[in-house]
């Protein structure tokens, strides 16, 4: 029983560490998602032409393209013709 705790400690220790190592996650540039038709899913009617923002791996923004500001320094993917489905990117 000692040696399966020790190892399980120490596997414990291993998953960690790269973890505590690595220190701030570096930043990256916002990536958005432009002329997309976006359904969410609620109900409400779908966006034609959506902006899709994402900062930090995470969607902060979606409207119309004519409305949602392009964030400064953005990587920008046009995704004419296609639908985003966002509620589902987390599935």
Do not use: F, K, W, Y
């Amino acid at each position: 029983m000692d040696c399966l705790l020790r190892a399980t400690i120490l596997l414990a220790i291993a998953l960690a560490l790269p973890t505590a190592v690595a220190g701030p996650v570096p930043q990256t540039p916002p990536l958005v998602l432009d002329n997309a038709r976006v359904v969410d899913g609620t109900g409400v009617a779908p966006i034609d032409r959506a902006r899709v923002v994402i900062e930090g791996g995470r969607i902060i923004r979606i409207g119309p393209v004519e409305t949602v500001p392009l964030p400064a320094g953005a990587d920008r993917i046009d995704l004419s013709e296609r639908t985003i489905l966002p509620g589902l990117i987390d599935l």
